[in-house]
C-alpha cells in the first residue's frame, strides 16, 4: 500500500513547530528586555523631568506592537503547526481502520479537519440490507500529491482518525455509477414533483 506520510513528516513538522516557538521566545525577550530598559531609563531621571515622555511612549507602542503581532502568530501559524505536529502523530501510533470501497469522487470545497486543510474522497458502499449506495468520506491532506483515484475505482484504504494514511488501488474502473447517479436525479425530479403539487393543494 502507498503510505502518505513518512516518519520525515513527523520529523519535518516537529522541527516547523519548534521554529515557530522559538520565534515566540525571541519576540518576548525582545519586548522584556525593551521594558526593562525604559523602566530603568524612568528610574534614572530626576523627579518630573521632561524626557519622561519617552521611556512612557516607547514602552507603550512596544507593547502594542508586541501584542497585535504575537496574537496572530500564536493563535493561527503556531496552532495550526501544532495540530498537524498532533495529527502525525496519531497518524503514526493512532488506531487506524482498513476499509475496502468504491471511489465516487472527490469534494474540493473548502474543507478543514483539525485546522488542516483537506479535500474529501468521498467513497461509496452497496449496503445489502438497506439495498442503497451508503456514503463514506475521508479526508485528505491538499499538502500531499492527490492520489490517482478515479470514478469507479475499487480502494483499499487505510484511515486514522478520518485521515486517509494509506491506500492501494485493487482495480482500476471496477463499477460504473451510471445506475447511482440516475437514481439520484429520479429522487430530485420526484422531490419537485412532490413540491409543487403540495403548492398546488
Keep these: 500500500m502507498i ?12 522541527k516547523q513547530k519548534r521554529r515557530i516557538f522559538t520565534g515566540f521566545i525571541v519576540m518576548t525577550a525582545i519586548y522584556l528586555a525593551t521594558c526593562i530598559a525604559m523602566l530603568i531609563y524612568h528610574i534614572s531621571l530626576p523627579y518630573a523631568a521632561k524626557e519622561d515622555v519617552v521611556p512612557k511612549a516607547v514602552a507603550y507602542v512596544t507593547t502594542g506592537l508586541y501584542f497585535i503581532g504575537i496574537f496572530p502568530y500564536m493563535s493561527i501559524k503556531y496552532a495550526r503547526s501544532r495540530k498537524y505536529c498532533k495529527m502525525l502523530f496519531y497518524v503514526s501510533e493512532g488506531i487506524k481502520m482498513e476499509e475496502n470501497n468504491y471511489f465516487y469522487s472527490f469534494r474540493e470545497k473548502e474543507l478543514q479537519k483539525d485546522n488542516i486543510d483537506v479535500i474529501g474522497c468521498v467513497f461509496e458502499t452497496w449496503s445489502k440490507k438497506r439495498q442503497e449506495w451508503l456514503e463514506r468520506e475521508v479526508y485528505f491532506d491538499v499538502e500531499k500529491p492527490r492520489p490517482d483515484f478515479g470514478n469507479g475505482d475499487y480502494v ?46
Design 156 to 201: 483499499r484504504y487505510v484511515s486514522q482518525g478520518n485521515f486517509l494514511v494509506q491506500y492501494e488501488i485493487i482495480e482500476k474502473h471496477a463499477y460504473e455509477f451510471s445506475e447511482y447517479e440516475e437514481d439520484d436525479e429520479e429522487d430530485e425530479v420526484e422531490s419537485a414533483v412532490e413540491t409543487e403539487e403540495g403548492e398546488e393543494q
Design 3 to 14: 503510505s502518505v506520510y513518512t516518519d520525515a513528516d513527523y520529523l519535518a513538522a516537529y
